[in-house]
């Protein structure tokens, strides 16, 4: 493979397409870079008496971080990112590799059914998980009408809530990175599997497992980091009792008016995120790399 | 021929409508090549896929080595398949791959090690092992997955068109390879394939299918040399085809009447009587023609003259628009694209076939 492929870069190095490539080159750095790199400035500054910032070397920003109250934020916003995540993975990998051995009509159809709700914005779809959730809303008058409960439950600004919302909200994209894996396998490896002498677990483990675990990784990573930000979720289902990495920022850049301090967290949060992505890099890469010998 | 190591009795499957196999029976020796052979969509590959477990017949007793195996899993047959795309593991080493059933079968790994590599030896990829499948070209691919299919030492190994994406010289090759394996690992091989030529190099017995059916079960001599049906004389080998009627029976020999003359033929055993229609199978090499007027035979223009392979094809056309075909070694012949002749061929080299499909009508 590797040998097939050096001689490929050569031709690509040499036909000069970098001309056509420069509009692409010139988006990246004015709408990519360059506000990126003005957070990074932004997060050594320090803050203005009354508004805006002043132009002074500190490094107060990051060891504020450190302080218990926002370090408890980044270690809760994890834990609710990560039991997201794994609700995510239990029901969405059984989705998607269902949906990819559905016949091509019934493909089209459930295709359709995931994407009607994303014509709707994701604000009101989530006002409506209020009226289900909210005391004698849907939910409580459906448990307690079936005798299941007597009163209501008083789910909504709870814990339980948000991670309903997060899973609502992120689990199209587990559903879809691991369809279009799993689109792309040829099932006569499974029967090969199976011929060989394996159970239809073992084959499972030992071929459907492996060959979709880029998709469910990269399901992994679509869903853990946003999970990590999508603050208006935990604000409009949590209250304020759940507080999100991404709810700190914005309180601190819209409320507070803490501009470097929320540009700080965000340099953190975006190096988290960057170590993931390296990690799935490295995990994905191994796969491809060793057999189980 | 040795003990019976497998059995089909009485094969039916339907996909919905559609009767894919209508009650196919075989009984195979150990150690013995069978070639199903067929174009595609004739039943083939889902008797193979019957015989590993990957498909369930809906009538009829698959018996592999005394036991009925119709309804167990195909991880409980001692059968192994060599699938037509290879279908090697991609995330996993050649090595891995060979050693998958060992390994499931928890056998200690130096023990799999050393199988992996006497397979690889096998198949002449020593030193192969550590390379992932993409790295390897068609052909070791599919000498892979036949490593991969033997480490196990099946009793059956079943192939399908295992050459079928080779080309021509690599398969040839191939085919001695196989041949010599097969003979080396005295395993049963099953092999699938629509290339007649393959079937008569390389089997101990072909069963030409059709519409879910064999049409007949033979040795490579007696399927090209006695076919059953002109489907049969067609399909292997290419042979002439015409009808006529029998005029009269003499002893052994028949004289048949065609449009534009006479013809002889063999009994081979069937009952004729005068009168009864007939169709015949003859081989194009046995296919003899002169210019003489006077000579008997049946009355022919020269169509097409046509030099190819090295052999020399003559295209006739009888009076009643049937083409027949003669070949000759070399290039040289006497006739040019017009002439008018008479073709013979000698009484034994003329087959009666549908004889059974005639006498229903």
């Known amino acids: ?293 | 021929m040795g003990e019976t190591i497998l059995e089909l009795q009485n094969i039916a499957k339907h996909f919905g409508d559609t009767d894919v196999l209508n009650g196919i029976s075989i009984s195979i020796s150990k150690g013995e090549f069978i070639t199903l052979l067929g174009p595609s969509g004739c039943g083939k590959t889902t008797t193979l896929r019957i015989i590993a477990g990957l498909e369930t017949p809906d009538e009829g007793r698959v018996i592999l080595n005394g036991q009925d195996v119709t309804d167990s899993e195909p991880n409980k047959r001692d059968v192994n398949t060599v699938f037509q795309n290879y279908a090697l593991f991609p995330h996993m080493t050649v090595a891995a791959n060979i050693g998958y059933s060992l390994k499931l079968k928890k056998r200690p790994k130096d023990e799999i090690k050393k199988a992996v590599d006497d397979a690889l030896a096998l198949v002449q990829l020593s030193g192969y092992g550590k390379r992932m499948p993409a790295e390897l070209s068609g052909g070791q691919r599919q000498r892979v997955a036949i490593a991969r299919a033997v480490v196990n030492r099946p009793s059956v190994l079943l192939l399908d068109e295992p050459l079928g994406a080779l080309d021509l010289q690599l398969r040839r090759q191939m085919q001695l390879e196989l041949k010599a394996l097969q003979k080396q690992l005295g395993i049963t091989f099953i092999y699938i394939t629509h290339d007649q030529e393959e079937a008569l190099n390389m089997s101990d017995r072909i069963a030409v299918m059709k519409d879910g059916r064999f049409e007949q079960l033979g040795t490579p001599a007696e399927v090209y040399d006695s076919p059953r049906t002109s489907y049969v004389a067609r399909f292997v080998g290419t042979a002439n085809v015409l009808t006529g009627t029998v005029e009269a029976v003499e002893g052994d020999v028949l004289k048949v009447a065609c449009a534009g003359g006479c013809a002889g033929a063999l009994r081979r055993g069937y009952s004729f009587t005068p009168g009864a229609p007939i169709t015949l199978a003859v081989r194009s090499e046995h296919v003899e023609f002169t210019k003489d007027p006077a000579a008997c035979g049946i009355a022919a223009v020269i169509r097409e003259k046509t030099f190819a392979g090295g052999m020399l094809r003559i295209a006739l056309e009888l009076s009643d628009g049937t083409t027949l075909i003669a070949s000759r070694h070399g290039i040289d012949m006497d006739v040019q694209t017009g002439d008018a002749v008479r073709v013979t061929w000698a009484p034994a080299s003329a087959v009666p076939v549908d004889v059974e499909a005639e006498e229903a009508k």
């Open chain 1, 1 to 293: 493979m590797k040998a097939a492929a050096t001689p490929l870069k050569k031709k690509k190095k040499q036909s000069g397409v970098w001309l056509t490539l420069l509009p692409l080159y010139l988006f990246t750095l004015v709408f990519v870079a360059g506000p990126l790199v003005y957070m990074f400035v932004l997060s050594f500054q320090t803050r203005a008496e009354v508004w805006g910032v002043v132009n002074q070397f500190t490094l107060d920003n990051y060891k504020n971080i450190f302080q218990p109250v926002y370090l408890n934020t980044f270690v809760e916003s994890f834990k609710l990112a990560l039991t997201s995540t794994l609700l995510i993975c239990a029901i969405g990998y059984p989705f998607g590799y269902f949906m990819a051995k559905l016949p091509a009509q019934w493909k089209k159809r459930v295709m359709l059914l995931l994407m009607i709700p994303f014509w709707t914005s994701s604000l009101i779809r989530l006002y409506g998980w209020i009226i289900i959730f909210r005391a004698n809303g849907t939910l409580d008058k459906l448990l307690m009408g079936l005798g299941l409960t007597d009163g209501p439950l008083k789910l909504l600004y709870t814990y339980p809530a948000v991670v309903v919302g997060m899973v609502y909200a992120l689990l199209q994209f587990m559903i879809l990175a691991v369809y279009s894996s799993a689109e792309k396998m040829d099932w006569s490896l499974v029967e090969a599997a199976r011929d060989l002498g394996a159970t239809p677990l073992k084959a499972f483990l030992t071929v459907t497992l492996k060959l979709t675990l880029p998709g469910l990784l990269s399901g992994v990573i679509l869903t853990f980091i946003p999970s990590m930000g999508l603050f208006f979720i935990a604000d409009i289902l949590g209250g304020n009792k759940v507080v999100l990495v991404g709810s700190l920022i914005q309180d601190q850049l819209m409320k507070a008016h803490n501009w470097p301090f929320a540009a700080a967290l965000s340099v953190v949060l975006m190096i988290l995120t960057s170590l993931m992505i390296s990690l799935y890099k490295r995990v994905t890469h191994t796969t491809e790399l060793e057999g189980i010998l």
